[in-house]
């Protein structure tokens, strides 16, 4: 299994999705997190995205490697953005490639909700008026 | 000791890394999250602090020393 771990101001998608490509995989599997205009029914102006870096890379390729051994997969790849966000932009691309679409599904479910629950990346909205860092992970 | 801040606990203590003194050459993690509480009280006020040493979330009994890389972690919300 190979993996393709990254943190970047802009995510290339169709570069991400290029990685996923494998002549034994049957099945690519992506999901890509964007930026919504209301969050708590308070309307976002924009966001803004900060990361540990070296542990953030850290502890998405420790959950690259685990999911690894949870299926049977070929490629993953993970890449969240840093840096301010406008609405629509995508902020976080997870791919994962394998021979049979079940594998691809639940992996991708995984590795999103344990990178939002363990990565040590943070968001702060900027509203019409103020701005708050954000401290859950819903 | 150098500690890195991110996120709501950066904007606490004002800076993304700050100079943090220690007496002792080990102090364990629930020491060290003392006395920064003492130095920035608003970090109480946060939902969860976890402290990262070397790039791995540390536990309470964790031992620092002035050499570690030490970070503290408000609840993470990326993706």
């Not at chain 1, 993996?3 to 999901?31: D, M, R, V």
């Not at chain 1, 209301?38 to 924009?46: G, I, M, P, R």
């Not at chain 1, 420790?62 to 609405?87: D, T």
Request: net charge negative.
């Amino acid at each position: 299994m190979e993996s393709h771990i990254e943190i970047t101001p802009e995510i290339n998608i169709n570069e991400a999705y290029q990685k996923l490509i494998h002549p034994k995989s049957g099945g690519i599997c992506t999901f890509i997190g964007t930026v919504r205009d209301l969050n708590n029914s308070k309307d976002v102006s924009h966001l803004f995205f900060e990361a540990y870096e070296k542990m953030a890379i850290l502890k998405m390729e420790e959950l690259a490697e685990e999911a690894g051994k949870k299926w049977p997969l070929n490629k993953i790849v993970m890449v969240h953005a840093i840096g301010e966000k406008q609405i629509t932009d995508p902020v976080v691309f997870i791919g994962v490639s394998s021979a049979h679409r079940d594998a691809s599904f639940r992996a991708s479910r995984y590795l999103i909700d344990r990178l939002k629950e363990v990565v040590p990346i943070w968001k702060k909205e900027t509203y019409q008026d103020h701005s708050s860092w954000i401290n859950a992970h819903p | 000791m150098k500690i890195h801040a991110f996120g709501a606990a950066k904007d606490i203590t004002g800076a993304a890394l700050i100079d943090f003194p220690v007496e002792e050459t080990f102090v364990k993690v629930k020491d060290l999250k003392s006395l920064l509480y003492q130095k920035y009280p608003d970090l109480i006020k946060l939902p969860s602090l976890a402290i990262s040493v070397n790039l791995f979330y540390a536990s309470e009994e964790t031992l620092v020393n002035k050499h570690d890389e030490v970070a503290l972690i408000p609840p993470v919300s990326g993706g």
